[in-house]
Structure formats: C-alpha cells, structure tokens
C-alpha cells in the first residue's frame, strides 16, 4: 500500500503503477486481455516451527464486542489512498466491527462523502462510490524488530485489495518511501481471473510480501515476492496467518509458517536530504526505526483495478476482511537487535533487492551546450541508466555492435516499461529557440502495433513526449527531433500536462508501447 501520513508524500499514484517516470504503456495477451505479470513462487517443503525464544508482548484476539481503541486508531477520509482507491475509510460501526471474536473489515457499495486529503482534516471533500476502513497502532504502539503474525481470512472478487502492513512513525529519512514501508501480505482480485504469465485466466489465488525504500516518491523503489499457498489453497477460503520476522539488517516472510522469502539490508537502501544534499543512510536503513501496524481493505486504485479482469466488480460487495487475531514477539536472545530467534527454510526466495543508484552531482552544467552528449561508447558521466519495470518486461545492456563500439541495446516485451537517464535537476531553457535531440536507432524486432515514444520528464504528470519514426528492420537510420517539439507535445497520455523545460529531472524516456529489441547509439543534443 502507499500511506496516508502527515506531510509525508504526494496525493499521486503509487510509483508501483504505470506512472512512475512517465510510464503509461500496458500491453496485454491478445489471448485473454489480461495484462500479465510475473509467475508467483509455490510455496513447497514443510513449515518450519518458529523459535521458543519469541516472546509475545502484544496481542489482540478481539474478545469483546468493541474494536479496542486503546489498540486501534481509525484513518478517516475519502483520499483515495494515494493510489486512485475508491473507498472513503470510515470509522463507522458498518465498516469495521468486532463479532465472534474476529474483527471485521468491511468494504461496501454506496456514496460517501469525505475530506480529500490523508489526515482527515476539513476543507475540500471528495465522494467516493464505496466505504471500507484502515486501522492502525500510530501513536498507540510501535515496534522496532520482532515477528508479527496475523490470522486472517481475506475477501475475494475483481476490485478488492486487502493489506496488512507497516509503516514508520517518526519518517526519520523523509517521505514515503525513504522511510520505508514493510509489506507482511497484500493480494488483489482473490479468484477473479488471474494475469499470472502461465496461468492466464484461472481462479487468481496469490499473496504477495514486499518492502518499499529508497528515495522518496518519485523515485523510491520496491521488491517483493508473490507466493501461491500449498495444494491449491485459495486465502479467500479460510483463515491463514500471516508473519514476518523482522531483524536488524534482514526481513523474512511466512504463511502458515512456511517460509517463503528473505530480504537483507544488501537489496535495500534509503536515500535522503540532509543539509540541503542527497546522503546514503545507514545500511540498515530504512528498516532500522520504529514502525505500526496497519489493517485495511482498499477498492480499486491502481493496482487492484488494472490487474487480473480490470476495474471492479460492483456486485461482489459487500466483501469483507477478517482478522482473528493480531501478535507481536520480541526475540529474547537479543531484544535490541531482533537476532538469534529466526526459523529458516532453504527453500525460501533470497530476494535479490536493489542497488542504491549512484549520487548524481547537483550542478546541470554538463547541459551547457551547444553540444551535450549523452551516449556515445558510454554514458555521459553526469546521468545513470535507470529502468522502470514493474513486471520484468524491460532489459537493457551495452553491447558490442560492429563498426560503432558500444551501443544502448533495450528489450521490451508484454506489459509496462521503460528506460531512462537519471539527470540532476536540470534547466534545459536555452535548448528551446535550437535545440535538438539526436540519436540513432535500429530496431531489431517489433510487434506489429508497436510505437516507441521518446520524452523529457519532470515527474509525472508533466512529461512530454513525441513518437519516434522507425526505420525498417535491421537498418540504422538518424533521428532528428526538435526539442521545442517535444515540449510542445505535452503529455499524450495526461491533458494539459507537459514537462517543466527548467526542471528536468530524467533527461529521456525511451519508451516502447508493445514488445520491441531496439539499439540506440551517439545520443546527443546539439545547438547553434
């Protein structure tokens, strides 16, 4: 999920969508319709039995017939999440409750009317045709390492998307995501058709673990592992429970003690201001600070919505989340660190992470002119390659190309993608009155609709963008485009946006709409 916190972010779309760094491409199986994502790992073995050295330091098995607000908080509000989510969360008693000792969380069908922002606070509302809630310890309770573990049976149908998971309290390295955001179980569209590559089309039964860090939003990042439970399980059939195990430097996930993935500090990072200049934080960070529990079940929004069938399904609602129990642990071997209580599986998924992309210098000089060039055998020193690629469609390398030394080589198959150079800020102004783009470009193999747009981007939405003419197969061919006229696009894809000339920030997008191998070589800007 993306948070709702004070001052935290940006009320736009999660960078896990297609909109991060000016991506709007979605391609889909002409078999089905359904755009498809990466296969889920099945979970195999046998569980593991978690360590007699937990010990339990908070709990609640919901009791009584009241949410216990000495526990829980409500978020109250009709923002959308941050993700174009179609509920207004309520604290009302029709949207979560206590019965037969389980809690209820309750997404329903109707209009509500609420304040659009994350904090609840009057001024200007927004409605929504769907109400649900999000409980939450912020300010009640927070942990810092432990084993968190939920019982929880999970709603169902095409729109739902129900999320148990963490976020920091205090924001230490700045707004989402440089603070971190831990994910225990999040699933959308339990058995609507699934999008899974191999899959296509059958009951959708995956749950997914992830962790969020990096730079704040835009330009955070994300990993993550999605499972299916053993012998076909389904989660939206009966209760499972959900953990993760949570120490210094390393973060693992279990359902129903099966383990099934590990992460470490080595594939995560967080970047942030300090003193007015990017640093690296602590390799720990940002999972090293205190974090809170959050319950909730969201409608729609960007992933929910353009996964599996699309959109949602009005007459599946009301769908309902229940949770049977909440537990924490503390590791008494070494309660300050969180180690010596972990229970490991070989067969769970190391998850590879990310590399903290390098720190660029803050001075856009290398854009003086009248010549900048970008690529030509190498990278221009001031940029850093960087790919959006949510589905593992985009790969990109340097290669050897005869006659040329090193070209940009970039495949793209179904789904969202793109690939970028990562800029300082730059002012591209005096560019405008002759400036051009210039590049070379052979396309090796492309689908029979597919376009390849070239933009600058100022964070979404203001990107501008033209499409590239293509060359037959196999040839180089130069392009010549004027970059007043890539301003002038605008945003094809967002009316009346367009990108911010003195503010650049990744200095081109290259960016296919269908499956396509394509080369770029000597791409330059150039100048009277």
């Given amino acids: 999920m ?7 972010l ?53 009791e009584g017939d009241e949410i216990d607000t000495r526990k829980w908080g409500f978020e109250e509000n009709c923002w959308g999440g941050g993700n174009n989510e179609q509920q207004c969360y309520t604290n009302r008693k029709v949207n979560a409750f206590v019965e037969d000792g389980k809690l209820n969380i309750v997404a329903k069908k109707g209009n509500f009317t609420g304040p659009d922002n994350p904090d609840g606070k009057k001024g200007l509302n927004k409605t929504l045709p769907f109400t649900s809630a999000r409980l939450r310890t912020l300010n009640k309770k927070e942990w810092k390492y432990g084993r968190f573990e939920i019982r929880a049976k999970l709603p169902s149908g095409q729109g739902t998307w129900p999320a148990i998971w963490m976020l920091p309290s205090d924001w230490v390295y ?42 704040k939003w835009p330009d955070n990042a994300h990993v993550g592992q999605g499972v299916k439970l053993p012998n076909g399980a389904n989660p939206a059939d009966d209760y499972h429970t959900y953990a993760i195990e949570w120490e210094e430097g390393e973060i693992r996930w279990y359902v129903d003690n099966y383990h099934y993935a590990t992460q470490t500090h080595e594939g995560w990072y967080s970047q942030y201001e300090k003193d007015g200049m990017l640093v690296n934080a602590e390799s720990e960070a940002p999972f090293n600070q205190k974090f809170h529990l959050l319950l909730n079940l969201a409608v729609g929004g960007n992933w929910a919505a353009k996964a599996n069938e699309g959109g949602i399904d009005e007459s599946i609602f009301p769908q309902t989340f229940s949770i049977d129990s909440v537990k924490v642990y503390r590791c008494t071997v070494d309660r300050w660190k969180g180690k010596g209580c972990a229970a490991k599986s070989d067969n769970a998924v190391l998850v590879a992470g990310v590399k903290p992309p390098a720190i660029l210098a803050v001075d856009d000089a290398y854009a003086d002119g009248p010549l900048l060039d970008i690529y030509s055998d190498s990278l221009n020193k001031s940029l850093a390659f960087e790919s959006y690629n949510p589905v593992d469609t985009v790969k990109y390398s340097e290669v050897d190309e005869a006659s040329r030394g090193k070209v940009i080589k970039v495949s793209k198959s179904n789904g969202a993608g793109n690939i970028y150079f990562r800029a300082p800020l730059t002012d591209l102004s005096h560019w405008l009155e002759s400036g051009q783009l210039i590049f070379d470009i052979k396309v090796e193999e492309q689908a029979s609709n597919a376009k390849l747009l070239v933009k600058l981007d100022s964070g979404w939405p203001h990107t501008s963008d033209v499409e590239v003419p293509l060359p037959a197969s196999g040839e180089w061919k130069e392009v010549r485009l004027n970059i007043k006229d890539i301003l002038a696009g605008g945003n094809s894809h967002a009316a009346g946006k367009k990108a911010d000339i003195a503010a650049i920030s990744n200095l081109l997008v290259f960016e296919p709409s269908d499956k396509m191998t394509f080369k770029l070589d000597n791409i ?3 100048k009277k």
Wanted: proline letters at 5%; glycine letters at 12%; hydrophobic letters at 30%.
């Fill in 524 to 526: 330059r800007f150039e």
């Fill in 2 to 8: 993306k948070p709702s916190s004070v001052g935290k």
């Fill in 10 to 62: 940006s009320a736009l779309a999660l960078a896990t969508t297609l909109t991060a760094c000016g991506s709007t491409s979605s391609s889909s199986d002409g078999s089905s319709g359904l755009v498809q994502t990466k296969p889920a790992k099945q979970i195999t073995g046998e569980p593991v039995t978690p360590s007699d050295k937990w010990k339990l330091i908070w709990s609640d098995e919901f």
């Fill in 174 to 215: 700045g707004g989402w995501a440089a603070s971190g955001e831990i994910d225990i179980m999040e699933a959308v569209n339990l058995k609507a058709k699934s999008d899974e590559t191999g899959a296509i089309g059958e009951p959708e039964s995956r749950i997914h673990g992830t962790l969020h860090f990096g730079k």
